[in-house]
């Protein structure tokens, strides 16, 4: 079955390649309200594709921000049920004069389509529409009962996902997920993404004075906000770069020694790592820096302010000082246990005469893993051996991917990540490309991979769901 179908698709690739096109020339920005007109295209070209291809109720879930894209089709009894999840919003553009070609003008070169959005995560996103549609139009049905969720709030924290699935959690009922956001971790190697880091977030105001003060007349007698801020978050690291957060990790799940493996194979040149980016090494030595960044939680000062920032100068002691503090985390850490981890050491190491305020929690998103044997893991593994004549490493992604752990949260059902994008494709940052090249790869692999889902059958799921938290 899925051979005709993979046919018919890479037959089709140039009528796909232009509906890309078209796609990426609609310029979906999330975070942007000028962009408004943007979102609602998208959303019209997804929802009349869908509807064209076969699915049925196909409709928006509105949670009170930029809705999800929805569409079913449930023809497959005895069969696992996927959410197909993708999301159609986009970074920004800017800036936009570092732009070879307009970013919302698909361009191809040297094998590469260049536009905003191609590679995050346009692209992948419509191999597994387009893919669907492929089973309905060549064999009538699908291996598989489908429910499509693209969600349009990605690149902005998902923040009203939540929302969304618990007013449709009947609908979103499901045996697991296939995420087509969460692309390959090597050009070079078959990788499997199987899980990432998750995030918690909180704001911290220093006070040392009423107001503040003219550092001639109190210079060198009184406390300074944002030395105090400085010195007080140099306190979460030691000097290599180890967390100094007391029981920080305490919960952690232990790697085991195939993480630290794929970790290994993964890792890549250390120099060119630090190079691209004109750094040097820091954090835990006791870590290799793929397992640092993937596999070990992490705590970072997003942005500090306060005083004066103005042209010129103002000679001014600072009352006040603020920070914008994140950690990402790894399986086992809860995130609001992390988050009061992190405020509890703060407050141990605030020196007397200043007072510390925390932002309202908000914005968290757990870890996420795709534990082994389970049948999504077992089918991918055995469609990348089929595709690409070896076993696929198993990555992590030192990012966060609100979904996956909401879903496992709120709906009980694991995701595996089997998108195509290359991890040097610039997303994110001016001239974002997707070779056309994964586009056929994609075309090819995602049949493959229904049909052994399908061949599974619905009750190898069941020993995997687990009961909803939310």
Request: charged fraction near 20%; hydrophobic fraction near 40%; include cysteine.
């Amino acid at each position: 079955m899925s051979q005709a179908v993979a046919d018919r698709l890479v037959a089709d690739q140039e009528d796909i390649l232009e509906r890309l096109k078209a796609l990426l020339r609609l310029p979906s920005v999330s975070t942007d309200p000028a962009y408004a007109a943007g979102m609602q295209a998208t959303r019209e070209f997804l929802l009349q594709r869908l509807t064209e291809l076969g699915l049925q109720k196909v409709q928006l879930l509105d949670g009170g921000g930029q809705p999800a894209v929805y569409g079913e089709w449930l023809g497959a009894p005895g069969k696992p049920t996927i959410v197909v999840y993708g999301h159609y919003d986009v970074q920004p553009p800017d800036p936009l004069e570092q732009w070879v070609t307009p970013p919302f003008e698909p361009a191809i070169r040297d094998g590469r389509l260049y536009a905003r959005g191609a590679s995050d995560v346009k692209g992948s996103t419509l191999i597994a529409v387009e893919t669907i549609g492929a089973f309905l139009a060549v064999e009538g049905a699908c291996p598989v009962n489908v429910k499509f969720f693209l969600e349009g709030e990605e690149e902005t924290g998902s923040p009203s996902i939540r929302r969304i699935i618990e007013t449709y959690r009947d609908l979103l009922s499901a045996d697991a997920v296939l995420s087509a956001d969460g692309g390959r971790a090597s050009t070079t190697i078959p990788t499997l993404n199987t899980g990432s880091r998750g995030l918690c977030k909180l704001e911290v105001t220093l006070r040392s004075a009423q107001k503040d003060m003219h550092s001639g007349r109190y210079g060198g007698a009184v406390r300074n906000a944002l030395h105090e801020l400085a010195r007080l978050v140099t306190t979460l690291h030691d000097e290599d770069g180890r967390i100094l957060v007391h029981g920080f990790d305490s919960d952690a799940t232990p790697l085991t020694n195939r993480d630290r493996a794929d970790a290994a194979e993964l890792a890549g040149d250390d120099s060119l790592f630090y190079g691209s980016v004109g750094a040097t090494p820091h954090g835990d030595p006791a870590y290799a820096v793929r397992e640092r960044v993937t596999l070990r939680p992490s705590i970072d000062v997003n942005g500090m302010w306060g005083g004066y920032t103005g042209a010129g100068s103002k000679t001014v002691i600072a009352a006040e000082a603020h920070a914008k503090i994140t950690a990402r985390l790894v399986p086992g850490q809860d995130a609001d246990a992390a988050r009061q981890k992190i405020l509890d050491h703060l407050q141990a190491h605030c020196p007397a005469g200043v007072t510390l305020e925390f932002s309202p929690p908000g914005g968290n998103s757990p870890s996420s893993t795709l534990p082994d044997g389970h049948p999504l893991l077992v089918a991918a593994e055995a469609v990348v051996r089929q595709t690409l004549g070896r076993a696929p490493a198993r990555a992590r992604i030192g990012g966060t991917l609100p979904i996956t752990g909401i879903f496992q949260e709120m709906l009980g059902i694991d995701t595996l990540m089997f998108g195509f994008a290359m991890p040097d494709e610039d997303v994110h940052a001016p001239n974002e490309f997707f070779r056309l090249s994964s586009l056929e790869e994609g075309l090819k692999a995602w049949p493959l991979l229904l049909s052994r889902l399908g061949d599974a059958g619905s009750e190898a799921f069941k020993p995997w769901r687990k009961q909803p938290t939310a």
